[in-house]
């Protein structure tokens, strides 16, 4: 009886154009490759979009470098400060068409791309403006020195707020950009390259190149670019990382993670699952910093997985663009089959599966919220990451086997501990081999705040006072 | 116009302190505790602990089941002990446990009794029933003194604020009060005004005189000097007396203190050298 | 017939608002009247201040960035009026990048000058510095808009709230920077601006016991000075003094305006199972 009522958000403010090319020292051009950008939640076509070749990469890095020396590295840091802060002034201007277009291009929740993803973009580069003019502040020396012409590469699951990661200390810096992000979703990065023009962002300080994995390898091997910087799997890292070798650029990496999310038994419990459910499912769990383990101190196991199954079956699965969604699509095909994959091994390995009855849509890509109970560490879904909604539980009996069960992994994003006790908190956090250890809450993300991983997932770090580190010749 | 009056020096700090003398301490807050109450208590005795020569205020007001308390912690101070009763604020409770309420609230110690008058009555014209009960309320009194609150924000006009000053004056009552602070208008000058004239009046119509307690709304100095210099001018010297008016309050107090202590040193000072209680 | 201007009253600017001396007065100065403040004006204007501390300093650094930044935008807008009462372009230029500059270090400050302690014990220990309260700001005479701009800002961007007395002989620019921060969203009683004798009101502030801090950047009367640190004194405010030498304002400030304004909180607690 009591149902709510779609609430869709209006689709009608973004004005999608039929074709994109790539933005290259001010300048549209066409470029000579072309593929289409699809909406995950109805598959329904978006816009073609030129995939860079190697000639229009370095078309792209010779803008970059030309406006490196000419104009971005020679200019005050005060007028570089002022030209971020435009550019922060027009996102929150066009905030609502930014979080729509985001929403079609990702097939992530309106709420969270309205009140999570646009709102950090604008932030990210009001914090970095503020930098532009006090870098001899931020303790890497009285007048540190830009790098030169940074290659980016981003992913798919925050592609606006990746780039916004990206391009903000880089700027602030006086080190100029070309950037390439995800193929699946490249149009946020495109109104962006609007928005530099509408701030008049000099020509060639910020370049995109749209395409796919060789755009990416032309970019981050070209021979003028001094800093690459990749957000994305640790499998492309690795290969960034050989790829590199022997250059002088420097690299940063942020990559995969298998955070454990730890609660105790002191924990609680309400809030803890709140916060196991923002963990893993937030953004469809195309989070690489996801609490994708759920480590349950065995004394409150049965409460907590009761309490957990419950709050699962209040999850909205659907459309992207109706405010009721909790969680919307997968991002592409090839996400979802690599989701199902490891699901299926998950179930074959033994251990139990559990979704909470959901309806799917039919058309688009999507997959349930889903937990797996009964799962050791020896089990594959333990150990790689999954990138999509799927929760893995497992349990311990002491703060130390709970430590040493969440450090067994090659990653190391990010952890989470639920406990009322203070002192346990700090003397995990301490253990925790995780680049952000998150305490009663989950998934804070910030400007001022430094985020990055240790260990496979990545070195370098993005956001705060070192997140500028990484665009300092330092 | 009557409150415009310039007082100065060693006028002003005698107004200052009396004006603390004056003041009925008050805490009426469903979360008081025995600790509460017991500190507000030690204010009461020594309003400034770093000034010796600062007089105690006149009275702590507190519900009655704080009498108990209150008692133990002002005995021997002279500060009077003050509690609302006759189910304060709204006064919506049967008669019986309008009595109890005070005999109880007497019994543990209290020699000040404020009740609330029945504005239901009141406003609907029976006025006989206001009157009994007072005249009960009183009875039940004993030896305390009774202050009868009109809730003057409540009545609406001036005339009803003369008609309920006088029927409570008829009615025994030994001090007549604004308001419960309980409601979104409390004190004001105007309505003290009316009700000084009630008891001015009063005193030549019978000889007996009545004090006079506007409480609530009353925060600054300022505000508590014009107060004052309204009374000096409408009932007369007579009233410039702890047993004769008073003030409900509980923040003008530190204010007063601040004063007093600007007009010692000749510098402004700050709410950080008076306690929070 | 040509039109006859409407002229315009030079207020003070008290908690938001924009009242004339309590005491009635005014002075002829830049040829206009313009408020004489009183020692109640400075009481005033202290109750004002106090009363918006809690609400600055708690608002985040994020929050507090964006509002200044906000008003830099309203200065930007007012840029030809500041030229036409005598203040040179590249200062009032230099004015609004200052307010610009101070506004990127709220978020920033802490990270600088904020720090986590390696103590010899299983102990978490961070310090942070936090704002000190209200500070009381005599503005500097010789660059009525930078010169403001570069005292007010540091000691509001951390979260204090300040009573500034403007430059006695050019306040013009101060009132106008009121009017510029009343537009913006800055909340009422961060800033407040007196304007008048400095000799007459600055007594009162550095006496006053609910002011925590001192700028004596704009005295230039060194008796003065002394007598104003002296009654400083009896509360223990922390003081800035004027400057030994000729200041030029253009220049890199550095955050020592900020700190001088900021007191250090130190967080122990225990780490343990």
Redesign the interface.
């Known amino acids: 009886m009591f149902e709510y009522a779609p609430a869709p958000e209006s689709r009608s403010i973004v004005d999608i154009k039929p074709s994109y090319g790539l933005f290259v020292d001010g300048q549209w051009i066409d470029g000579q490759v072309r593929d289409k950008t699809v909406n995950p939640a109805n598959e329904e076509v978006l816009a073609e979009v030129a995939w860079a070749t190697e000639s229009e990469v370095d078309a792209a890095v010779r803008a970059a470098r030309a406006a490196y020396e000419n104009v971005w590295s020679t200019m005050p840091g005060?007028e570089r400060?002022?030209y971020l802060?435009r550019i922060a002034r027009i996102i929150q201007e066009r905030a609502r068409e930014l979080a729509v277009l985001e929403s079609l291009d990702n097939g992530k929740p309106i709420r969270e791309s309205r009140d999570v993803d646009v709102p950090l973009v604008a932030?990210h580069f009001?914090?970095y403006?503020?930098?532009?003019?006090?870098l001899g502040?931020?303790?890497f020396g009285a007048s540190p020195r830009p790098i030169g012409v940074a290659g980016q590469v981003i992913p798919w699951n925050f592609p606006l707020l990746m780039l916004a990661w990206k391009i903000a200390p880089a700027l602030a810096a006086g080190n100029t950009v070309v950037l390439k992000p995800a193929e699946t979703t490249p149009l946020t990065a495109l109104v962006f390259a609007e928005i530099c023009q509408e701030a008049e962002l000099p020509p060639g300080v910020v370049n995109i190149v749209t395409g796919a994995g060789e755009t990416g390898h032309a970019l981050v091997s070209h021979p003028g670019v001094d800093k690459v910087a990749f957000t994305g799997s640790t499998e492309v890292g690795r290969a960034i990382a050989r790829a590199v070798a022997g250059s002088r650029k420097k690299l940063t990496l942020e990559l995969g993670g298998k955070a454990a999310n730890i609660v105790f038994e002191d924990a609680p419990i309400d809030q803890a699952v709140e916060g196991i459910v923002n963990g893993i499912f937030f953004n469809q769990g195309h989070v690489c910093c996801a609490g994708s383990r759920l480590l349950v101190q065995e004394s409150v196991y049965d409460e907590v997985l009761a309490s957990l199954k419950r709050r699962m079956a209040l999850l909205r699965v659907g459309d992207p663009l109706d405010k009721n969604t909790d969680i919307g699509a997968i991002n592409s095909a090839a996400q979802l089959e690599r989701i199902r994959t490891l699901s299926e091994i998950g179930s074959e390995e033994g251990a139990s599966r559990w979704s909470p009855p959901c309806e799917l849509p039919e058309r688009g890509f999507w997959f349930a919220p889903t937990i797996f109970t009964g799962v050791t560490q020896a089990h594959r879904i333990a150990r790689e990451e999954i990138f999509g909604p799927v929760l893995s539980v497992l349990t311990f009996r002491t703060?130390?086997e709970a430590v040493e069960k969440a450090n067994n992994t090659p990653y190391g994003l990010s952890a989470g501990v639920w406990t009322d006790k203070?002192?346990?908190i700090?003397?995990m956090a301490?253990r925790l081999r995780a680049g952000v250890v998150w305490a009663n809450t989950f998934n804070k993300f910030?400007?001022?705040s430094p985020f990055g991983g240790y260990k496979e997932s990545g070195y370098g770090r993005e956001g705060?006072?070192h997140g500028l580190e990484a665009y300092l010749d330092v | 116009m009557l409150s415009t009056r310039s007082i100065k020096t060693t006028a002003k700090a005698w107004a200052i302190d009396l004006a603390i003398r004056m003041v009925d301490l008050t805490t009426l807050e469903g979360a008081d505790t025995p600790g509460k109450v017991r500190a507000l208590s030690a204010k009461a005795r020594r309003p400034d602990p770093a000034d010796p020569s600062c007089p105690a205020v006149a009275a702590l007001c507190v519900y009655p089941s704080m009498v108990p308390v209150a008692s133990e912690a002002l005995r021997g101070s002279g500060v009077h002990l003050a509690s609302v009763a006759t189910a304060f604020p709204s006064g919506q409770a049967p008669i019986e446990v309008k009595l109890a309420d005070t005999k109880a609230a007497v019994a543990a110690g209290a020699d000040e009794i404020d009740m609330v008058i029945n504005r239901g009555a009141f406003l609907s014209g029976r006025y006989q029933e206001v009157y009994d009960e007072i005249v009960a309320v009183k009875d039940a009194c004993g030896g305390a003194h009774l202050k009868v609150i009109l809730e003057t924000g409540e009545l609406a006009t001036y005339d009803n604020v003369r008609r309920a000053s006088w029927l409570a004056m008829l009615a025994g009552g030994d001090f007549i009060k604004t308001s419960t602070g309980k409601v979104p208008v409390a004190a004001t000058l105007p309505v003290t005004l009316v009700m000084l004239e009630a008891v001015r009046d009063f005193r030549g119509a019978s000889g007996r005189q009545v004090g006079v307690k506007p409480a609530g709304g009353i925060r600054t100095t300022k505000d508590a000097i014009k107060y004052l210099v309204v009374v000096n001018e409408t009932a007369g010297a007579d009233w410039l007396d702890p047993d004769w008016f008073r003030f409900g309050a509980s923040t003008l107090l530190n204010d007063l203190l601040m004063q007093r202590t600007k007009l010692k040193t000749g510098h402004y000072s700050g709410p950080d050298y008076f306690t929070v209680d | 017939m040509s039109r006859l201007a409407v002229r315009k009253t030079y207020k003070l600017f008290i908690g938001g608002k924009f009242p004339r001396s309590e005491s009635g007065r005014s002075y002829l100065v830049q040829d206009a009247n313009v408020a004489l403040a009183s020692r109640k004006d400075v009481r005033d204007a202290v109750v004002a201040a106090r009363a918006a501390v809690k609400g600055w300093s708690g608002a985040t650094a994020y929050n507090r960035g964006q509002i200044l930044y906000r008003a830099a935008e309203m200065l930007e807008g007012r840029r030809d009026q500041f030229v036409a009462l005598g203040e040179p372009e590249a200062e009032v230029d230099a004015a609004i990048d200052r307010w610009v500059w101070y506004a990127g270090w709220s978020d920033k400050i802490a990270q600088v000058y904020g720090n986590a302690n390696p103590v010899a014990g299983p102990y978490f220990n961070l310090s942070s510095p936090e704002p000190t309260g209200v500070v009381g700001v005599v503005a500097p005479p010789e660059s009525a808009l930078l010169g403001l701009v570069s005292v007010v800002a540091p000691a509001i961007v951390t979260g204090n709230t300040v009573i500034v007395l403007a430059a006695e002989e050019r306040p013009l620019a101060a009132v106008t920077l009121a009017e510029v921060l009343a537009t913006s969203d800055l909340p009422g009683g961060v800033v407040n601006l007196l304007t008048g004798k400095v000799a007459e009101t600055a007594p009162w502030l550095a006496a006053h016991m609910d002011v925590n801090a001192l700028d004596l950047a704009g005295v230039r009367d060194a008796a003065l000075a002394t007598s104003l640190e002296e009654a400083a004194a009896e509360n223990l405010k922390r003081v800035l003094r004027p400057p030994a030498a000729p200041v030029d304002w253009s220049a890199d400030p550095g955050i020592g305006r900020m700190t001088a304004f900021l007191e250090t909180k130190t967080v122990w607690h225990p780490k343990g199972t």
């Open positions: 005060r400060a002022k802060f932030a009001f914090y403006a503020g930098w532009a003019d006090k502040y931020a303790g703060p130390a203070g002192s346990r700090l003397w301490d910030d400007p001022a705060g006072r």
